[in-house]
């Protein structure tokens, strides 16, 4: 089968390689979408943490379920599937409290592991998703909105709240959405106009911010009464970004850091502690997520096309990978199709 690897940060390689073996309780799928996401692009960058090359990526991923070695009988060779592409120990402190998405020893498809731009690939039936009738389009974009899901779940959002979402890209757009079903009241924040006017024309989102802006205190305190959002979730995995948000925030509000850089956070002590703020990870997903997020598609409550602005086929991915880095080419989700 065919597979894209990248070998060194800059690099990607096609290389044909021996179909994957299946092995007792794993399935094989033939993969027809690939999602390109952020975890992707910093791979390719050399700026991604917990990385190691060479590795294939991927793991926003959808197919069709070809054979299953010890399969429940609800699954039936032929249906379109996703899965949960982090591989839990099932034994550890967080698998134990119900936390399998930080696992201590996780192994995420596309990061520790080899992921899914190749033809086939076999994983744990554990970790399988029934399709539901969604479209294999719809199926490759669940793990990254149950990303955002998460996160939103993590903060607690509850109705009537400002949630200030720091970020507009395809997971900062997810948080929005799910954010939004849970009855907040969005900010959205970035530096590139154009995402913010994809916010405002796709998602509806009414207050939008330039972090470049001078004001950007003044206005965050005319759009909440001035009370300041009490929720800010960042999406940008970016350290200034990261550091400055903690001045958004309101008295008794929560930080989530959904975004992932590998630097330190600085903030002042005395400001966050009068607070009395709330500062916590969101890592992953879990499978609650991912049937929410699926439940929302279903009911129309999130519309998956909107976020797709780039597709190619698979023997074109080599070439068109390094421009989806750019801004300046309004890459919101690069969709890989392996048909």
Not at 103 to 125: A, Q, S
Not at 129 to 151: C, K, M
Not at 217 to 226: D, F, V
């Amino acid at each position: 089968m065919k597979t894209l690897i990248c070998t060194t940060p800059g690099e990607l390689v096609y290389q044909e390689k021996e179909m994957p073996s299946l092995a007792p309780d794993h399935a094989m799928i033939r993969i027809r979408r690939i999602g390109i996401c952020g975890t992707d692009l910093h791979a390719f960058e050399g700026t991604q943490p917990y990385f190691e090359y060479p590795r294939i990526l991927g793991h926003e991923l959808s197919g069709e379920l070809i054979k299953a070695n010890g399969a429940p009988p609800e699954f039936k060779e032929g249906e379109a599937v996703t899965f949960i592409p982090y591989f839990n120990c099932g034994t550890c402190i967080a698998c134990r409290s119900n936390k399998p998405n930080c696992c201590t020893t996780l192994k995420v498809c596309g990061v520790h592991i080899d992921g899914g731009m190749v033809e086939y690939l076999t994983v744990p039936i554990r970790s399988l998703v029934h399709g539901q009738g969604l479209s294999f389009d719809e199926l490759a974009l669940v793990e990254p909105l149950a990303i955002g899901a998460h996160g939103v779940r993590r903060a607690a959002v509850q109705p009537g709240e400002f949630v200030l979402v720091i970020g507009a890209g395809p997971i900062g757009l997810g948080i929005m959405e799910f954010a939004r079903i849970a009855g907040a009241n969005v900010i959205a924040m970035d530096i590139n106009e154009h995402r913010l006017a994809f916010c405002k024309d796709k998602l509806q989102v009414a207050h939008t911010v330039n972090a470049k802006d001078a004001d950007v205190t003044e206005q965050l305190k005319r759009i909440t009464n001035n009370d300041m959002p009490t929720v800010v979730i960042d999406a940008t995995g970016s350290q200034k970004a990261i550091n400055n948000a903690f001045q958004y925030m309101a008295h008794g509000a929560r930080y989530v850091l959904v975004g992932l850089q590998k630097g330190e956070i600085s903030f002042s002590h005395p400001e966050f502690h009068k607070r009395e703020s709330t500062l916590m990870s969101s890592r992953n997903a879990t499978r609650e997520d991912f049937n929410h997020v699926i439940t929302s598609m279903k009911n129309g409550l999130v519309k998956p096309a909107t976020y797709i602005t780039h597709r190619v086929s698979f023997d074109r991915v080599k070439d068109e990978f390094e421009s989806w880095l750019n801004p300046a080419n309004g890459v919101i989700k690069a969709m890989v199709s392996m048909e």
